[in-house]
Each structure stands twice: as structure tokens, then as C-alpha cells.
């Protein structure tokens, strides 16, 4: 079978074969979005798979590797674990800037690798990763986690055009400000303010973000190596 005829009707061909349910990995799956992406894709019928921090440390080749190679199959992996050390340049240590990069772009390298192995031989497969909108337009005090995430970006547009060829496709979604346990320690004048920047006045939600996740994997077959912002914010 070949890669094109993998596709039907608009659906990855896998996700359609009966009584056999897509599966999907969420790395970060304990937090608030991991959660609502993984009730969202359960609801549709999936095998989730959302391990936390830790059942499944992304800093680690090894613990990678040997969590991946239980896997029989592999339909998307969404790359969400996140780490946020913020603090002005000359104040922020080099432990806390090896510790974002080790989480936000080192695991998604890894559990990336990891699912290739068995994406290339399934001959079918997607990654998306979570993003974030400090990647295109810097915020003062967070250059790790910028810098992280425009690696992140980077990273997936360069695994598109090489896995392109074996039906594996790549993409990158930036979720933007969302009222979750991740940035419930900024003080209200930070989410204020995060809000007055969005054209239409208001947040995304993580609902959301899973639903156009689900959407992306399942009507937009064709779609890889691009970067999709889901907030306001120009």
C-alpha cells in the first residue's frame, strides 16, 4: 500500500480500520490542557495515552526509548510537556535555562525520535507540538522559554520535510494564553494584560485547542510542516 492510499475520505486510512482505535500519545498529560486533549480524543473513540511527568520523564533518552518500545502502534503524538522558568535575563540562572530547553525542546526530540522508529515502519504517522506564541513576538523574562519554543517550531518544520517521504506528517500549534495551571502563578495584571493584546479581547481555551487538534489529524490529511496560532493576538 502506498502512502497515498493510506488516505480515505479525508481520514488517515488507519483511523478507520474497524474495531481498531487510533492511537494518540500526550506527553504533559496530567496537566490542564494534557487533559482536556486526552477526554476530547477518548470521547472520539481513541487509545489515549497521556502519561505525566512521572510516568514518563522527557528529559531521559533511556526512559523514552524503553516507554516508546511497548508501543504496537502509534497514529499522533502531541508533544505537550512544557516548562516555563521566567526571570530577566540577568537574573536567570543557567540551571533554569537548561532545565526549560531540557523539557520543552530536548523531550520533544526525544519522544519525537522514539515515535519516528515506529511511525516509519507503520508508514503512516503525525506529531504536533505544543507551541507557544513567545516563539514569534519575544515577551521580557521569558528568553528560555521563547527560545525553546521557536526551537520547537523549527524542529518540527525540519522533521516534516524529512518524514515527509515515509507519510509521516509534522505541525506545530501554538494554543496562546489560557486560563490553565501553567500560568496560574502570574499575577492578574500579567493575565490582564495578556488579554488587552488579543484583537477579539478574550482567551482560547484548552476544549478548543484539543478540538482543533482532533480536527488537524483528522480532516486536514494533506497538512504538514506548518505552524497554526489559535488566539487573536497579531
Keep these: ?14 483511523d478507520r480500520l474497524p474495531g481498531v482505535p487510533p492511537v494518540v500519545v500526550i506527553t504533559g498529560g496530567q496537566g490542564t490542557l494534557g487533559q482536556a486533549i486526552a477526554a476530547l480524543f477518548q470521547e472520539a473513540g481513541w487509545k489515549v495515552l497521556a502519561p505525566g511527568k512521572i510516568e514518563l520523564d522527557v ?17 499522533l ?3 505537550n510537556a512544557g516548562l516555563r522558568r521566567d526571570a530577566p535575563l540577568l537574573k536567570l540562572e543557567s540551571g533554569d535555562w537548561d532545565q526549560v530547553m531540557s523539557v520543552n525542546l530536548r523531550g520533544a526530540f526525544l519522544c519525537s525520535r522514539a515515535a519516528v522508529r515506529l511511525m516509519v515502519r507503520q508508514k503512516h504517522g503525525h506529531i504536533v507540538g505544543i507551541g507557544s506564541h513567545t516563539a514569534r513576538r519575544g515577551v521580557a523574562g521569558q528568553s528560555a522559554y521563547g527560545a525553546a519554543k521557536a526551537g520547537l517550531a523549527a524542529l518540527g518544520q525540519s522533521l516534516a520535510a524529512e518524514f515527509g517521504p ?3 506528517r509534522v505541525n506545530t ?3 496562546g494564553w489560557m486560563p490553565t495551571a501553567f500560568n496560574a502563578d502570574l499575577p492578574a495584571a500579567a493575565h490582564e494584560a495578556a488579554r488587552q493584546r488579543h484583537l477579539l479581547g478574550r482567551f482560547n481555551t484548552p476544549l478548543h485547542t484539543a478540538r482543533f487538534l482532533l480536527f488537524l489529524h483528522q480532516q486536514l490529511p494533506h497538512t504538514s510542516g506548518q505552524t497554526f496560532a ?4 497579531p
Excluded: H, K
Design 1 to 14: 500500500m502506498t502512502p497515498g492510499q493510506l488516505i480515505q475520505d479525508g481520514l488517515p486510512y488507519a
Design 59 to 75: 528529559r531521559r533518552a533511556g526512559a523514552v526509548d524503553a516507554w516508546f518500545s511497548r508501543l504496537e502502534r502509534l497514529d
Design 77 to 79: 503524538l502531541i508533544n
Design 166 to 168: 515515509d507519510n509521516i
Design 173 to 175: 500549534v501554538l494554543p
Design 230 to 233: 489559535l488566539d487573536s493576538r
